[in-house]
């Protein structure tokens, strides 16, 4: 552990009384830097910080501070922001939890564990508090030295606004701050040109644009512009999506040259299915119509075939469960059986599941078939199979801009709940929470690893783009649907102004931006058709997503070597700067886990020159690398 820690554990009770007037004015220093619009709620003074997976006889002191935007740990020990080899999140401490990110607090006593739920009484006495987060941070605290009263105070603060009731109390509606908006390259969707500019670059023939969902009139969850076949009029779209769960009828995602389609629709509404059927069965000829040569689509019904949501959040709570234990005892026994624990939670089984679906669609639209995805509301693992089939068959959306183009369309702009499923609001009942934009990025994650020079962005970027789904500031990933998002916006009393996720330079400098570009990316051609991306989809063939799961755990983190260390390799066999004959000579040396952990110290970290660089991409007629090449290699 780092050198920094102390112990406190051997301190007679007659030493515990701390002189609070001496260190008033130096605990008065440690309060965070407020944004504009943040309040502090509450706050404790000489709060002891674990180290994860410790027996809890080493902490950092310093004061906890509840917000309404966050929980925040200030510690004198901390490094000024210029001076962090980790990244720099400018809303965010290093050991700062934005209250989204919450997921359950717990209090432990006499080695008793207990889950603290929204509006129950905190008990007087708190002695050590556990926050876990939907990230899987674990961050414990002791209030041992804390004067009388304050863990209390500042417990029943955090579990009170760390658990919203309301979508106006979460904190984008307090930051004041002005913005200016940034043209970025990702489109929104929300007007007619977003969707001719789609359709015109993928070549898409027998679809067009429809305008039906104006002010939402139509369905709430869907966009108000968006894309139909041809050769059917609105009349008859209005009257078919009646009998569509949310009324989402087959709707355009993507085309092939070839005109061959990717759509994704709703199952029937559960009542006369005979009589429904025949509506299904109406839209379904007018996509096999919208084909040049009208061969018949597949459907592929995801709803019997993928996981539910409700899958997902049993299988997600086990794996947080083995990737965030609560002690170095859990650690140890859990590590004894971790492959069968890890099959048991299921999670790589429904990654695989999804990638077999991709594939199999990929397939489809290559042998120039149209592809129906159906689920049951049409909002959530299609969103994460569309998303993929169109990974695997069109470069553009390899591309840093492409992908989060991607992003918006299939997801943001036609409506997945981000809102429930990343639970921003607590709700009592029927608890709709489940990490299937997670599942996404893991799948990602899991073809990126089978194809390293294919993505312009890193697996920094897909953990950064994970943790980001948890800041209540931008509006990209808060609502359910659209229309949630402008009434917002419209709101008389309390208008809610937009802020795009997508300007990354509104939360990280340029240093830690650059992390998100992969060095080892081949441009295509551009005259000359892509390949489709053939990936090996089954449980055998993937692996466990280290970084994003582990990066809290220091005892796991190689200290001079992992992935980040071929990264900063190959970053310097690309760069003309001087520091680049260090990282050969050794001078230079990151953790496996960078820049994400702060648990430990990097040897030596490169100058920024070297990684600031954003043009590290090869064309096809820069450096060959052979199999033995230090840039092909995925484990140490």
């Given amino acids: 552990m780092s050198t920094s820690f102390k112990s406190y554990v051997d301190l007679d009770k007659s030493d515990q009384t701390l002189d609070s007037s001496a260190d008033e004015s130096f605990n008065e220093q440690l309060t965070p830097k407020t944004l504009r619009g943040e309040m502090i709620i ?35 020990e901390d490094k000024p922001a210029e001076d962090s080899l980790y990244q720099e999140n400018f809303f965010l401490g290093q050991y700062d939890v934005c209250l989204s990110n919450v997921d359950s607090l717990y209090l432990f006593a006499n080695d008793k564990k207990k889950k603290l739920l929204p509006d129950t009484r905190v008990p007087d006495k708190v002695k050590t508090l556990q926050v876990l987060c939907k990230n899987m941070k674990v961050l414990t605290f002791s209030f041992k030295f804390s004067p009388v009263g304050h863990g209390k105070q500042l417990t029943t603060g955090l579990l009170h606004h760390a658990f919203p009731k309301r979508h106006r109390l979460l904190f984008a509606y307090d930051y004041s701050e002005p913005y200016v908006e940034y043209k970025t390259q990702v489109p929104n969707f929300r007007n007619p040109e ?82 429904y059927r025949s509506h299904e069965n109406t839209m379904l000829e007018s996509v096999r119509r919208s084909h040049p040569r009208k061969t018949a689509p597949i459907v592929i019904d995801l709803t019997k075939d993928a996981p539910s949501p409700r899958d997902l959040e049993l299988s997600y709570a086990k794996l947080r469960e083995l990737c965030a234990p609560d002690s170095s005892r859990q650690f140890w026994i859990q590590d004894n059986h971790f492959y069968s624990l890890l099959e048991s939670c299921k999670w790589l089984l429904y990654v695989s599941n999804c990638l077999v679906k991709a594939d199999e669609s990929a397939k489809l639209l290559r042998k120039e078939i149209t592809v129906v995805l159906q689920e049951l509301e049409g909002r959530d693992i299609c969103c994460v199979v569309s998303s993929l089939t169109m990974l695997l068959l069109d470069p553009h959306y390899r591309t840093f801009n492409g992908f989060q183009s991607l992003i918006q369309k299939e997801w ?11 639970s921003h609001v607590y709700t009592q009942e029927d608890n709709q929470q489940s990490p299937v934009f997670l599942l996404f990025l893991d799948c990602v994650w899991q073809i990126l690893q089978q194809f390293p020079t294919q993505f312009e962005f890193t697996e920094t970027y897909l953990t950064t783009l994970w943790d980001s789904a948890h800041i209540s500031i931008f509006d990209t990933f808060l609502f359910d649907c659209d229309k949630d998002r402008l009434n917002a916006v419209n709101d008389s009393q309390n208008p809610l102004v937009l802020r795009n ?37 089954y449980v055998s063939d993937l692996q466990l997503w280290s970084q994003c799961y ?45 820049p994400f952990t702060h648990w430990r110290t990097q040897t030596k970290v490169p100058p920024s020159s070297l990684y600031v660089n954003t043009s590290f991409t090869l064309n096809n007629s820069d450096v060959q690398l052979d199999t033995q090449s230090v840039m092909t290699v995925t484990h140490l």
């Fill in 501 to 537: 996720i997508w300007d990354w330079g509104e939360m990280f400098p340029d240093k830690d931006i650059s992390l998100f570009y992969n060095p080892l990316y081949v441009e295509p051609p551009s005259l000359t058709p892509s390949e489709p991306l053939c990936i090996q989809p």
């Fill in 42 to 76: 509450a706050k404790a003074h000489y709060v002891l910080l674990f180290t994860p997976i410790t027996s809890q006889k080493n902490g950092k002191s310093g004061v906890l501070t509840v917000t309404n935007f966050r929980l925040s740990f200030v510690t004198s």
């Fill in 194 to 275: 977003s969707w001719e500019q789609e359709m015109e670059r993928t070549g898409c023939k027998g679809w067009r644009i429809s305008r039906l969902n104006r002010d939402f009139i139509f369905s709430p969850s869907l966009p108000q512009v968006f894309v139909v076949c041809k050769d059917v009029s609105d009349k008859q779209i209005n009257e078919a999506a009646q009998y569509f769960r949310c009324k989402r009828p087959p709707l355009w995602c993507w085309s092939s040259k070839s005109g061959a389609a990717l759509v994704r629709m709703a199952d029937l509404i559960p009542a006369d299915q005979d009589r």
């Fill in 412 to 422: 943001v702009i036609m409506g997945h709940p981000f809102c429930s499923r990343l």
């Fill in 550 to 594: 582990f990066r809290f755990l220091p005892l796991l983190e190689i200290t001079e070597g992992g992935k980040p260390q071929i990264d900063l390799t190959a970053r310097a066999l690309l760069s003309e700067d001087e520091s680049s004959e260090d990282v050969f000579s050794g001078a230079y040396h990151v953790g496996s886990f960078f």
